[in-house]
């Protein structure tokens, strides 16, 4: 069955640090891999997908992810955070029939 | 970008009466819509899948005559929790997708639901 894992729930960085939330995947086939952020109260913003090509997709906000098959892995990075991107972020991937499957989420808290 | 549009953001409601959340599609034509429900700091847990002029697919332990969900036309899809119970409080979110959206599909920004 397809699932995602999030393995850390919380992580906290200072103002400025750079900042990687991991995220793993099993899935059987070519996944369509997606992060989304939640801030309190809201709904998800979609930060970045990635369907094929090239491994490396830029999203918004400054966010970007690497697409690794061989470590099933899809991990969010952003060179240097800034207080306002704390926030709840999921990675999510798609089944063959278009439903997302979330993972449990990272929640991100930034230090000044 | 697609945008969807979903009220009301928060409703408290009395036990045992019923609520409607709206979720529009207003810029695309929504063929599928899906309706999440989330608890405080979890994750989100699928409901339901619904096509337009379609009846909605449940999830396996979503409770189908609790939840009703209609999708009537393509920009437009309801919730409603009939008979609503202290334990149907929570954050609902829907999503819409449509013709030439793809996947990523736009989620509305939810309904936090509270049943007195």
């Known amino acids: 069955a397809q699932s995602v894992t999030q393995p850390d729930i919380h992580i906290t960085v200072s103002e400025g640090a750079s900042l990687e939330l991991r995220c793993n995947y099993s899935?059987?086939?070519?996944?369509?891999l997606f992060w989304y952020v939640q801030s309190p109260g809201q709904g998800l913003q979609l930060l970045l997908k990635y369907f094929s090509g090239d491994t490396l997709v830029q999203g918004i906000k400054g966010f970007e992810a690497e697409f690794k098959r061989s470590q099933s892995s899809f991990n969010l990075r952003k060179p240097s955070v800034h207080w306002s991107d704390a926030a709840e972020y999921f990675c999510?991937?798609?089944?063959?029939?278009?439903?997302?499957?979330f993972g449990q989420g990272t929640e991100l808290s930034v230090k000044p | 970008g697609a945008v969807v549009s979903q009220h009301p953001s928060w409703v408290i409601c009395k036990s045992g009466t019923s609520v409607k959340i709206e979720c529009r599609s207003l810029?695309?034509?929504?063929?599928?819509m899906f309706w999440y429900r989330q608890f405080p700091k979890q994750s989100l847990m699928l409901m339901a899948t619904s096509n337009e002029g379609s009846k909605a697919t449940y999830e396996q332990g979503v409770e189908k005559d609790k939840f009703l969900i209609n999708h009537a036309s393509l920009t437009l899809s309801t919730l409603t929790v009939t008979s609503a119970h202290p334990e149907d409080s929570s954050f609902y979110i829907c999503?819409?997708?449509?013709?030439?959206?793809?996947?990523?599909?736009?989620f509305g920004s939810g309904t936090r639901l509270t049943v007195v």
């Open positions: 999503s819409a997708g449509g013709r030439g959206q793809g996947y990523g599909y736009t």
């Open positions: 810029d695309f034509q929504a063929t599928t």
């Open positions: 899935y059987g086939a070519t996944p369509y």
């Open positions: 999510a991937v798609a089944n063959q029939g278009g439903k997302l499957i």
